[in-house]
């Protein structure tokens, strides 16, 4: 299982693209998609909620560092 997360603004259009790729590819992995705004989704990464988060510009919260 990979749980992947996008923010909204790449979710259509890179996101989208990247979930068909990977079904066409890898049709044995399960992958479980996430869209939220990127604070939350650096706090889903640095929790272990979301494996990869795809971001424009994530801002790193210094006290999350240790845990990415």
């Known amino acids: 299982m990979l749980t992947v997360g996008s923010e909204v603004t790449l979710a259509q259009s890179l996101l989208l693209r990247w979930v068909r790729w990977t079904r066409r590819l890898l049709p044995d992995i399960a992958l479980r998609v996430h869209v939220d705004v990127p604070q939350d989704l650096i706090n889903q990464v640095a929790s272990g909620m979301v494996n990869?988060?795809?971001?424009?510009?994530?801002?790193?919260?210094?006290?999350?560092?240790?845990?990415?």
């Open 52 to 68: 990869v988060a795809i971001m424009y510009a994530p801002s790193i919260d210094p006290a999350s560092e240790s845990t990415c």
